[in-house]
């Protein structure tokens, strides 16, 4: 049988998707938009599992190959008490950064979705940092490396309607400022309607390397979609390239039907030595898959923008 020819440059792994509801080992409704890490030879996925009662919680995957993961008895992080997380904690990104795996995710308190910073340095015991920003915003990478001297993060502020991505910096990891924005959306384009932070900028010789999400509204529905931009390395506000078409769109059944409908949305990748990156991400809000591409490819498509 002649192989159905891709439209996408990221080539989705045959065996996806890698994960769903069916292999958590507690009550579940869903699993979707994980955030991946290597810890030495071991891949690690940090999973948003939306459990039965409809809030969701943090559990752990293990893989040594980065396609078959088993999932830990119980979650690694579940709402803390308090108003802050009281609707849950959801779509971690994970920077390895001084010693440290940082841990941005959005904590769903009775004002709203806020970003929230936790930390750990073997993925057993974690500890929060701080809540990091106020409510209406989500979608935080942290850069993995600090710029002019200060951290630097991607984030999604919400506003009139509109959420494009910022850039802020800070001195403690806790307080944040000097922000501004980098990526607004595009009418008329696939990313028209909201956009946001997937991944965690990958540092290249052309810059820093942003896969985002773009999201363009229809009359069944939002269509979640993966894009790519290049931004300076010494000033990442400033993009320098931005590609004009996705890479990767929902085209299968498992990305195209469950709770959300035609969602794919990356929470993180693995760049290997090989220079093939695995890019994880939640499809149709129901699954976890991964898909593949060499860096230089992507470079390739951002240029050409």
């Keep these: 049988m002649a192989r159905r020819r891709s439209h996408d440059l990221l080539h989705r792994w045959e065996g996806n998707p890698i994960l769903t509801a069916d292999d958590i080992p507690f009550p579940c409704n869903t699993v979707f938009n994980a955030a991946p890490a290597k810890l030495g030879k071991e891949y690690i996925l940090l999973l948003r599992v939306e459990g039965k009662q409809g809030y969701s919680v943090l559990a752990l995957a293990r893989s040594d190959d980065g396609f078959h993961f088993e999932v830990d008895p119980e979650p690694v992080m579940v709402p803390c008490p ?163 078409i996705p890479i990767l769109a929902p085209r299968e059944p498992y990305e195209r039907i469950g709770d959300i409908p035609n969602v794919v949305f990356a929470s993180g990748a693995i760049l290997e030595p090989s220079g093939e990156i695995k890019v994880y991400y939640g499809a149709a809000d129901t699954s976890i898959c991964v898909a593949t591409a060499r860096l230089d490819a992507l470079i390739e498509r951002c240029l050409k923008a």
């Design 82 to 244: 308090g108003d802050d997380e009281k609707h849950g904690v959801e779509d971690p990104r994970i920077t390895c950064l001084e010693g440290w795996y940082y841990i941005c995710y959005t904590a769903v308190g009775g004002c709203g979705p806020r970003i929230a910073l936790a930390r750990t340095k073997d993925f057993t015991d974690f500890e929060r940092v701080a809540i990091i920003s106020e409510p209406g915003n989500k979608d935080c990478v942290l850069f993995p490396k600090k710029i002019g001297g200060q951290y630097a993060r991607l984030d999604r502020p919400y506003g009139h309607g509109v959420g494009n991505v910022w850039i802020s910096y800070s001195e403690d990891l806790v307080n944040w400022g000097a922000s501004k924005v980098v990526l607004r959306t595009r009418g008329g384009h696939w990313d028209a309607d909201r956009i946001g932070a997937s991944t965690v900028p990958i540092e290249t010789e052309q810059g820093w390397l942003e896969l985002y999400h773009g999201v363009k509204m229809t009359s069944s529905g939002p269509i979640y979609r993966l894009g790519l931009a290049l931004l300076a390395f010494d000033d990442p506000s400033k993009v320098l390239h931005r590609a004009d």
